[in-house]
């Protein structure tokens, strides 16, 4: 079994954002441009609408935004995360918290209980996937080959 | 003394060590339990250390740099040699110490 199909409570995605979602639809399931697409149809759980809304807000960090030289967020980064939620806002993944890193990635925390983890869109298209048991690094790798394991480890 | 002239002290391990965390908007970077994600205490690429500020050679005033912005966290120095790092005072204009 891939992952258990949550049943949230669904809230539409903020309107000015339609054109990044798009964008992201596009380009993450291979839509033709000139396909009609019913944007009504689309809703996320609450959880999902903040992160959308939030990563939104990242996009627009400037250079320095932590006070330490911290870098804007990457395009790429920010555009590979937003597919990466949209793609997945259905799975049985605790989706816990989004924010910017230092060199322009984005980070999305999952946390449940006694497990965690950290995924990272870096700004030049790579992942790094950690995970956590009990504050201790359980597994560690890309998101490319480590997928499942995110899934499974908290399904297991 | 610091390639730029400036002297270097020793670190004790009771001196407080001070980091600004960015808190406006409060939960860009402060996680639902009120913890700050790591992501702020990631280094830059090409950093050899995390920049903090060390209390007693500073004001709080002057290292928060913009209280709209940020907030002052602070940890006392042994933390961070309990955690078998090394806290290196790298004196810059703006920034005090590298752990």
């Known amino acids: 079994m891939l992952a258990l199909i949550k049943r949230p409570e669904f809230t539409s995605y903020d309107s000015t954002s339609i054109p990044k979602l798009f964008e992201s639809l596009i380009s993450s399931r291979d839509i033709n441009e000139s396909s009609t697409i019913f944007f009504n149809n689309i809703t996320f759980s609450q959880v999902i609408s903040q992160f959308l809304q939030k990563l939104d807000r990242i996009e627009k960090l400037e250079e320095n935004w932590d006070g330490y030289n911290a870098a804007s967020a990457s395009k790429e980064a920010i555009q590979n995360a937003r597919n990466f939620i949209i793609t997945h806002n259905h799975l049985a993944l605790p989706f816990y918290f989004i924010t910017a890193g230092v060199n322009g990635e984005v980070m999305l925390e999952f946390n449940q209980d006694s497990k965690a983890a950290e995924l990272y869109f870096n700004g030049d298209g790579s992942t790094e996937l950690i995970l956590f048991k009990n504050d201790t690094v359980f597994l560690e790798g890309e998101l490319e080959d480590n997928f499942q394991d995110l899934i499974d480890f908290f399904n297991e | ?99």
């Open chain 2, 1 to 99: 003394m610091s390639e730029n002239n400036l002297e270097i002290i020793p670190i004790n391990d009771e001196d407080q060590l001070l980091r600004r965390i960015l808190h406006s908007p409060p939960e860009f970077v402060i996680k639902p339990d009120g913890t700050p994600s790591s992501s702020n205490f990631s280094l830059r690429t090409g950093e050899d250390g995390l920049s903090v500020d060390i209390e007693h050679l500073t004001t709080h005033k002057v290292a928060i740099k913009n209280p709209d912005r940020f907030k002052l966290y602070s940890l006392i120095a042994k933390d961070t040699t309990n955690l078998n790092l090394k806290n290196v005072h790298a004196p810059k204009e703006d920034i005090t110490l590298m752990l």
